[in-house]
C-alpha cells in the first residue's frame, strides 16, 4: 500500500514536471479571448444623455500639451527622420488610464480602473502618415521603470499597442485575422476594442494589442541566464534601417531578404549585449545556411532539427488565406528558445483582404512562396504536404466560409454605435472627391464609399479567395518538384 502511493505521488510530482517545463517552451496554448462574444450593454431610452457611455473599454491619454511624436519627416518625397519630442527623445512621458468595468456601461466620468504613466509615440510605417494615428504604449512607473498592468482581461504586461484601423474601413481586420489566428497557433496576440481620448478629444474605435514580446500569456520563452551569452529570442523582419539592433545575418548578406533586415526585438534594450546579438546572428545564420542548402531534404542534417514545420506552415496557410502579402517580408516576427525550435508569430493584418495601398491583390496567386525562409521550405514535399494537410483541415474549421462569414456579422452587429461614433470623426474618408494617396487605395477607384460596402468587400474577398485555393492549393507541390529543383537540391 506505502509502496502504492509513493508510486502515485511520483508519478504526479513527474507528470507536474513535465506541465511545468512544456509551458516554459512556448507549447502550451491558451483559450481565446473573442470579444465580441462579451454580453453586450445597450442603452435604454432613459439611459440615453449627452453624456459618453460604451460597451467598450475607454482609454484615456493626456499628454499635458505635449506634441506626440513620430510623425514623418519628408524631404523631397523621401522620408529622412521623424520627429521627436522637445527633449529630442522618440517618446513623451504622458498620463494613460482605461475605464473597464467588464461589466454594463462604461461612462467617460467613472473612475479610471487602471491608471499608470506612459512612454507613448506614434507608430507604423505608411500608417504613420494616416489622419488616425496608431501608437505604441509603455507603462511606466515615475522612475521611468516598467509598470506591467493587465487591460481588458488580457495579461499584465507594460507594452502595448493602440491600432488605430484607418485604411481598413471595415475596422476588423486585424480583430477577425488576429483571433482566428489565435485559434490555430500556439500564440497570436490578444486584442481588445476600445474607445480612445487624446487630451479630451474622441479619436474613435480602436484595437489595444498586445506587442510581440516575451511575458506571461504572450511568448513564453527563457529568460537568459545572467552573464551567460545564449538567450532566447525575437527577431523582426521588417524594412532595413528601420530596426535599431539589425543583424548581418546569412539571408542577409547573401541578398536573399531583399530590401528587408532583422532586428533583435528579444532580449531587449535593458538586456541586449554585443556576444548575446552575436550569438542570435550565428543562430540564425546556422538555420538559413541549412535551408539554403542541399541539405534543407536531408532527415539527419536538414531544416527540421531547427524549425517548427508545423508552425511555419498554419503561419503560410493564415497569411496565404487573408492575402497578407507583406508576411514573410515585413511585419515578420520569430521568436525561439533556447532549448526549442524556431516558430513565426502573426501579425499585422490591415493590408490583407485586398487592402493593400499601393496595388490591387486579387484572389488569385500565392506570395509567401516569395518570401524568405518561405522560399526555401516551399521546395521541400514535406512542407508543402503539411502545408495542403493543414489548408485542407481548417477549410472545415475555423477558415470555413460559414464561420468566417458569420464571425464578421457577429462582429459587426457586437461594435454596434462605436462604429457611427469612429465615422463621425474619420467619415469624411467615404467621399472620394477627398482623396489623395496617403488616406486612400490607389487608384481611388478601388476606395468604397460606405462603411457597409467595404464590410461587403472584405466578406466577398474571404470567400472568393476561399474558392480560389480550394481549386488551387495542390498546385503548390510543382515548387517542391525534383525538375524545378534539380540545380538547387541534388548534390
Same mark, same amino acid.
Given at each position: 500500500m506505502k509502496?502504492?502511493?509513493?508510486y502515485t505521488?511520483?508519478?504526479?510530482?513527474?507528470?507536474?514536471i513535465c506541465?511545468?517545463l512544456?509551458?516554459?517552451?512556448?507549447e502550451?496554448?491558451?483559450?481565446?479571448?473573442?470579444?465580441?462574444?462579451?454580453? &453586450?450593454?445597450?442603452?435604454?431610452?432613459?439611459?440615453?444623455s449627452?453624456?459618453?457611455?460604451?460597451?467598450?473599454?475607454?482609454? %484615456?491619454?493626456?499628454?499635458?500639451? &505635449?506634441?506626440?511624436?513620430g510623425?514623418p519627416?519628408?524631404e %523631397?518625397?523621401?522620408?529622412?527622420?521623424?520627429?521627436?519630442?522637445?527633449?529630442?527623445?522618440?517618446?513623451?512621458?504622458?498620463?494613460?488610464?482605461?475605464?473597464d &468595468?467588464?461589466k454594463?456601461?462604461?461612462?467617460?466620468?467613472?473612475?479610471?480602473?487602471?491608471?499608470?504613466?506612459?512612454?507613448?509615440?506614434?507608430?507604423?510605417?505608411?500608417s504613420?502618415?494616416?489622419?488616425?494615428?496608431?501608437?505604441? $504604449?509603455?507603462?511606466?512607473?515615475?522612475?521611468?521603470?516598467?509598470?506591467?498592468?493587465g487591460?481588458?482581461?488580457?495579461?499584465?504586461?507594460?507594452e502595448?499597442?493602440?491600432?488605430?484601423?484607418?485604411?481598413?474601413?471595415?475596422l476588423?481586420?486585424n480583430?477577425?485575422?488576429?483571433?482566428?489566428s489565435?485559434?490555430?497557433?500556439?500564440?497570436?496576440?490578444n486584442?481588445?476594442?476600445?474607445?480612445?481620448?487624446l487630451d479630451?478629444?474622441?479619436q474613435?474605435?480602436?484595437?489595444?494589442?498586445?506587442?510581440?514580446?516575451?511575458g506571461?500569456?504572450?511568448?513564453? $520563452?527563457?529568460?537568459p541566464?545572467?552573464?551567460?551569452?545564449i538567450?532566447?529570442? $525575437?527577431?523582426?523582419?521588417?524594412?532595413?534601417g528601420?530596426?535599431? !539592433?539589425?543583424?548581418?545575418?546569412?539571408?542577409?548578406?547573401?541578398?536573399?531578404?531583399?530590401?528587408?533586415?532583422l532586428?533583435v526585438?528579444y532580449?531587449?534594450?535593458?538586456?541586449?549585449?554585443?556576444?548575446?546579438?552575436?550569438?542570435?546572428?550565428k543562430?540564425?545564420?546556422?538555420?538559413?545556411?541549412?535551408?539554403?542548402?542541399?541539405?534543407?531534404?536531408?532527415?539527419?542534417?536538414?531544416y527540421?532539427q531547427?524549425i517548427?514545420?508545423?508552425?511555419?506552415? !498554419?503561419?503560410?496557410?493564415?497569411? !496565404?488565406?487573408f492575402?497578407?502579402?507583406?508576411?514573410?517580408?515585413?511585419?515578420?516576427?520569430?521568436?525561439?528558445?533556447?532549448?526549442?525550435?524556431?516558430?513565426?508569430?502573426?501579425?499585422?493584418?490591415?493590408?490583407?483582404g485586398?487592402n493593400?495601398?499601393?496595388?490591387?491583390?486579387?484572389?488569385?496567386?500565392?506570395?509567401?512562396? %516569395?518570401?524568405?525562409?518561405f522560399?526555401?521550405?516551399?521546395?521541400?514535399?514535406?512542407?508543402?504536404?503539411?502545408?495542403i494537410?493543414?489548408?485542407?483541415?481548417?477549410?472545415?474549421?475555423?477558415?470555413?466560409e460559414?464561420?468566417?462569414?458569420?464571425?464578421?456579422?457577429e462582429?459587426?452587429?457586437?461594435?454596434?454605435?462605436?462604429?457611427?461614433?469612429?465615422?463621425?470623426?474619420?467619415?469624411?474618408?467615404?467621399?472620394?472627391?477627398?482623396?489623395?494617396?496617403?488616406?486612400?487605395?490607389?487608384?481611388?477607384?478601388?476606395?468604397?464609399?460606405?462603411?457597409e460596402q467595404?464590410?461587403?468587400?472584405?466578406?466577398?474577398?474571404?470567400?472568393?479567395?476561399?474558392?480560389?485555393?480550394?481549386e488551387?492549393?495542390?498546385?503548390?507541390? &510543382?515548387?517542391?518538384?525534383?525538375?524545378?529543383?534539380i %540545380?538547387?537540391?541534388?548534390?
Amino acid at each position: 500500500m506505502k509502496s502504492k502511493l509513493i508510486y502515485t505521488i511520483t508519478m504526479v510530482f513527474i507528470i507536474g514536471i513535465c506541465v511545468g517545463l512544456y509551458q516554459l517552451n512556448g507549447e502550451s496554448k491558451s483559450i481565446r479571448v473573442h470579444q465580441h462574444r462579451e454580453k &453586450q450593454w445597450q442603452a435604454t431610452n432613459d439611459e440615453k444623455s449627452e453624456e459618453f457611455k460604451t460597451h467598450l473599454p475607454i482609454v %484615456n491619454i493626456n499628454t499635458g500639451g &505635449q506634441k506626440v511624436p513620430g510623425t514623418p519627416i519628408v524631404e %523631397n518625397g523621401e522620408t529622412v527622420g521623424y520627429e521627436t519630442a522637445a527633449d529630442e527623445l522618440p517618446r513623451i512621458t504622458a498620463s494613460f488610464s482605461v475605464i473597464d &468595468q467588464q461589466k454594463g456601461a462604461n461612462n467617460i466620468t467613472d473612475k479610471p480602473t487602471l491608471s499608470s504613466l506612459a512612454e507613448i509615440s506614434y507608430r507604423g510605417n505608411s500608417s504613420r502618415f494616416f489622419d488616425k494615428k496608431s501608437y505604441s $504604449i509603455h507603462l511606466v512607473l515615475e522612475d521611468g521603470t516598467e509598470n506591467k498592468k493587465g487591460i481588458a482581461g488580457m495579461e499584465p504586461h507594460d507594452e502595448w499597442v493602440l491600432n488605430g484601423p484607418f485604411l481598413d474601413r471595415t475596422l476588423m481586420r486585424n480583430y477577425v485575422a488576429l483571433n482566428i489566428s489565435g485559434e490555430i497557433m500556439d500564440y497570436a496576440p490578444n486584442v481588445r476594442y476600445c474607445e480612445v481620448f487624446l487630451d479630451g478629444k474622441y479619436q474613435g474605435l480602436y484595437l489595444l494589442m498586445e506587442s510581440v514580446s516575451r511575458g506571461e500569456g504572450r511568448i513564453n $520563452i527563457k529568460k537568459p541566464d545572467k552573464n551567460s551569452t545564449i538567450t532566447s529570442y $525575437i527577431v523582426l523582419w521588417d524594412r532595413e534601417g528601420k530596426g535599431n !539592433e539589425e543583424l548581418d545575418n546569412y539571408a542577409h548578406y547573401t541578398y536573399r531578404s531583399g530590401i528587408s533586415a532583422l532586428d533583435v526585438r528579444y532580449p531587449g534594450l535593458t538586456q541586449i549585449t554585443e556576444e548575446r546579438k552575436e550569438y542570435i546572428r550565428k543562430d540564425i545564420s546556422k538555420i538559413e545556411k541549412v535551408l539554403y542548402s542541399y541539405d534543407l531534404t536531408d532527415e539527419k542534417k536538414g531544416y527540421t532539427q531547427y524549425i517548427d514545420l508545423n508552425s511555419f506552415a !498554419e503561419y503560410f496557410v493564415i497569411n !496565404e488565406f487573408f492575402r497578407n502579402v507583406d508576411a514573410g517580408h515585413y511585419s515578420t516576427f520569430y521568436y525561439k528558445d533556447v532549448r526549442g525550435k524556431l516558430k513565426p508569430c502573426v501579425w499585422d493584418f490591415n493590408n490583407g483582404g485586398d487592402n493593400y495601398m499601393e496595388n490591387a491583390w486579387n484572389e488569385a496567386g500565392f506570395t509567401m512562396i %516569395n518570401s524568405p525562409l518561405f522560399n526555401a521550405l516551399i521546395k521541400d514535399e514535406k512542407f508543402v504536404t503539411a502545408v495542403i494537410k493543414r489548408y485542407k483541415e481548417l477549410r472545415k474549421e475555423t477558415l470555413s466560409e460559414a464561420y468566417l462569414l458569420s464571425y464578421i456579422d457577429e462582429t459587426n452587429q457586437w461594435l454596434g454605435s462605436s462604429v457611427d461614433r469612429n465615422y463621425k470623426v474619420w467619415g469624411y474618408v467615404f467621399d472620394l472627391s477627398n482623396y489623395n494617396h496617403m488616406n486612400y487605395l490607389t487608384p481611388v477607384e478601388r476606395n468604397y464609399t460606405s462603411y457597409e460596402q467595404s464590410v461587403k468587400q472584405l466578406k466577398d474577398f474571404l470567400v472568393a479567395r476561399g474558392n480560389w485555393l480550394d481549386e488551387h492549393i495542390n498546385t503548390l507541390y &510543382q515548387y517542391s518538384h525534383e525538375s524545378k529543383n534539380i %540545380n538547387d537540391l541534388v548534390k
